[in-house]
């Protein structure tokens, strides 16, 4: 686990998160979000094979969604994006990250 001064969760530079409908209903996404724990570590990565057509289409809209908005996954994670720390950095090609360590 990161320390509280280095995690980027903490420093609200990534976070984790899932698509719901107009009522809040969880969309099915092929696997559960972290806080529940990833039950299967089969359906845990972005790319995971063997998704139903509909988890699919989930995460591709998901993944259409945060990437326009300039974020970036971490592919072990389906719901795992940040923004502006040293992983967003590398993956981004940005010269510096945003946030960094104190």
Same mark, same amino acid.
């Given at each position: 686990m990161s320390p509280v001064e280095a995690a980027p969760r903490c420093a609200g530079v990534a976070l984790d998160l899932t698509l719901v409908d107009a009522d809040g209903?969880?969309?099915? !996404? $092929?696997? /559960?979000?972290? $806080?529940? %724990?990833? $039950?299967?570590?089969?359906?845990? &990565?972005?790319?995971a094979p063997g998704l139903s057509a509909q988890a699919r289409h989930n995460r591709d809209?998901?993944? %259409? /969604? !945060?990437? /326009?908005? $300039?974020?970036?996954?971490? &592919?072990?994670e389906w719901w795992h994006w940040s923004y502006g720390d040293r992983y967003w /950095?590398?993956?981004?090609?940005a010269v510096h990250a945003i946030h960094e360590p104190a």
């Amino acid at each position: 686990m990161s320390p509280v001064e280095a995690a980027p969760r903490c420093a609200g530079v990534a976070l984790d998160l899932t698509l719901v409908d107009a009522d809040g209903v969880e969309l099915g !996404m $092929g696997g /559960a979000v972290n $806080g529940r %724990r990833c $039950g299967d570590e089969k359906s845990c &990565p972005l790319d995971a094979p063997g998704l139903s057509a509909q988890a699919r289409h989930n995460r591709d809209l998901l993944v %259409r /969604a !945060m990437r /326009a908005a $300039g974020f970036v996954n971490y &592919p072990t994670e389906w719901w795992h994006w940040s923004y502006g720390d040293r992983y967003w /950095a590398f993956v981004a090609k940005a010269v510096h990250a945003i946030h960094e360590p104190a």
